[in-house]
């Protein structure tokens, strides 16, 4: 198995401290950091998500490779903003997994690159209830609030979100993003914009703060 084969392969058996030594390994021989996202932790995540759906893992094993996974994320965080430098401050965005809803690693992905890209991410965790969201974005900070779910039970609360902040009129634009969600699903409840990944995200956010 080559490198990148081995790395997917720790993340689905959820082997945390072979893939942290595995990664660091890879990062220190120059490997590119955001690789590592999109070719071993994004289909590794997918592999697990079908072995539970099929049966074949239970919620321990979902919960082993989510660890795992998320070991690599911070790492490759760190190594990211370091390679990178001094931070710019291109615009500012309050990020968060919304309400009942505890799935936190690609809404870390995304704040993560926002980051790298320059902008300030306020991350209000995961399971957000919408009156924190509402309470940072009245303190007229940021520019964007960004919403993640990916539970079919979950996404009506983006819906919620969308509507209470045209409502009460906060100048703030409303993107989402998540497995769960969709480009007609925004249009639908009136968000602003929708990503389908990270990178998609910050082309999002650069389109909507111009
Ligand atoms: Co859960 N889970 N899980 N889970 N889990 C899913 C989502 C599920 C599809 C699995 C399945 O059944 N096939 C299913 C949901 C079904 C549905 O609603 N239709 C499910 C379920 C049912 C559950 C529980 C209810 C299980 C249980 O308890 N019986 C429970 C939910 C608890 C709760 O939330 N209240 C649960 C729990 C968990 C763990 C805690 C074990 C763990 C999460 C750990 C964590 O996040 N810290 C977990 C995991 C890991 C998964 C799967 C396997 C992987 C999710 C993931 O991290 N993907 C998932 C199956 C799957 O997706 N194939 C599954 C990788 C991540 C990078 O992708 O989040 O989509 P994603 O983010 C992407 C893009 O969507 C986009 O950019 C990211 C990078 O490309 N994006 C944005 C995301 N947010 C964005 C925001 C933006 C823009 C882009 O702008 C603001």
């Not at 955001?34 to 893992?57: F, H, M, W």
């Not at 760190?78 to 936190?104: E, F, N, Q, W, Y």
């Not at 300030?120 to 609030?145: C, F, S």
Request: some cysteine; glycine content about 10%.
């Amino acid at each position: 198995l080559g490198p990148i084969e081995q790395m997917r392969r720790c993340i689905v058996q959820g082997d945390k401290s072979g893939i942290l030594e595995k990664a660091s390994r890879f990062l220190a021989e120059g490997g590119d950091p955001l690789g590592l996202i999109n070719d071993v932790v994004l289909p590794a995540l997918e592999e697990v998500g079908r072995l539970y759906e099929c049966g074949e893992y239970f919620l321990p094993q979902l919960i082993s490779s989510a660890e795992a996974a998320q070991g690599v994320c911070d790492l490759v965080e760190k190594t990211v903003l370091s390679r990178g430098g001094k931070l710019k401050d291109r615009g500012c965005i309050i990020m968060a997994t919304v309400a009942g809803d505890i799935h936190d690693i690609g809404k870390n992905i995304v704040s993560m690159v926002l980051k790298s890209h320059g902008f300030r991410v306020i991350d209000l965790g995961k399971d957000v209830p919408l009156e924190r969201i509402l309470q940072e974005a009245k303190k007229g900070e940021a520019q964007i609030v960004g919403l993640s779910a990916l539970m079919t039970t979950t996404m009506r609360e983006m819906e919620r979100a969308a509507k209470t902040i045209k409502e009460e009129n906060l100048p703030v634009k409303v993107i989402i993003g998540g497995a769960a969600v969709s480009q007609g699903y925004a249009d639908a409840i009136g968000a602003d914009g929708y990503a389908p990944d990270a990178l998609s995200a910050v082309r999002l956010v650069e389109k909507l703060l111009t």
